[in-house]
């Protein structure tokens, strides 16, 4: 199928409109490709557009979205939610990102921050070109003996490629502090060489939210295999089996959210 062209320009309906969507809502996973999920509108953030990607009306344990965030846009005022962490990601364009009594600084495409609950924060847009965030939210688990971890604002450039699986061909980038359990999440920066998958298939507790950054492949969800390019999003709920088999000529690269250390909730 053609890629299509996103956001579609207007005037006319494109071509396979109707009857070739990729999009796929399952109990424990949902594919979404960029052109099905409309816009939403929210009262913290002006002259910003929000897709909303994963909500627990699909079965998420947390919310996931893409911002689009117009010249003058973002928030009027500090922003606050008791209870509940916030990540951004930049992916296109730049954005000026204030954390409590902070003096604001600039985030460029592949700059990032992680505010623990309650953190108040600013995101706007004094850029004369939209920008795009990924952002997540989730409301923290605290653990017996640990206190909430600082306010992170970073770039990807700053975070080391490692590879413990020592597999050919894999390259890992963890955008929060790896192994601290006062973090009850993850977000990873997961990259392939083109042909080389994970070394089974997995199937675990670990929820997952997965944002396409760049290249091509095929995501086997299920039973089901779903060819997967930049700005596709896909849920996977507990014990979803996975694989991902990178196709193309250059690189893959998502941005996976995945919930850890913190034992299960009976
Ligand atoms: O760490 C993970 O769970 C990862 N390998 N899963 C994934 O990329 N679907
Ligand atoms: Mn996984």
């Known amino acids: 199928m053609k890629q299509r062209e996103f956001p579609a320009a207007a005037g006319r309906v494109p071509a396979g409109a109707i009857g070739h969507n990729r999009g796929v809502v399952r109990r424990n996973y949902a594919f979404m490709p960029p052109e099905g999920v409309l816009v939403s509108r929210l009262p913290q953030y002006e002259g910003t557009i929000a897709r909303v990607l994963a909500a627990p009306v699909l079965g998420a344990g947390f919310a996931q979205y893409v911002l ?36 604001p600084k600039r985030l460029t495409a592949g700059g990032f921050s992680y505010l623990p609950p309650g953190t108040p924060f600013t995101l706007r847009n004094e850029t004369a070109e939209t920008a795009r965030v990924l952002t997540l939210r989730k409301r923290y688990e605290p653990a017996p003996g640990l206190t909430p971890p600082e306010p992170i604002l970073s770039h990807q450039d700053a975070v080391p490629m490692t590879n413990h699986t020592g597999m050919e061909g894999r390259g ?53 295999w779903h060819e997967i390019w930049a700005q596709d999003f896909i849920w996977m709920g507990g014990f979803c089996p996975q694989q991902f088999y990178p196709t193309g000529y250059s690189d893959a690269c998502y941005l996976l959210y995945k919930n850890v250390n913190r034992d299960v909730a009976l």
Do not use: S
């Not at 980038?173 to 080389?196: A, C, H, I, S, T």
């Open 68 to 103: 689009e965030v117009a010249p003058g846009g973002g928030n009027a005022a500090p922003f606050r939610e008791a209870g509940i962490q916030h990540f951004f990601y930049v992916l296109i364009g730049e954005v000026t990102f204030g954390i409590g009594d902070d003096a």
């Open 172 to 224: 890992f980038q963890f955008l929060l502090p790896y192994g601290d359990m006062r973090f009850d999440f993850e977000m990873n920066l997961m990259w392939f060489k083109p042909g080389v998958c994970f070394p089974a298939v997995e199937t675990h507790v670990m929820e997952h939210g997965l944002y396409m950054l760049e290249g091509q492949g095929l995501y086997l969800l299920g039973q089901d």
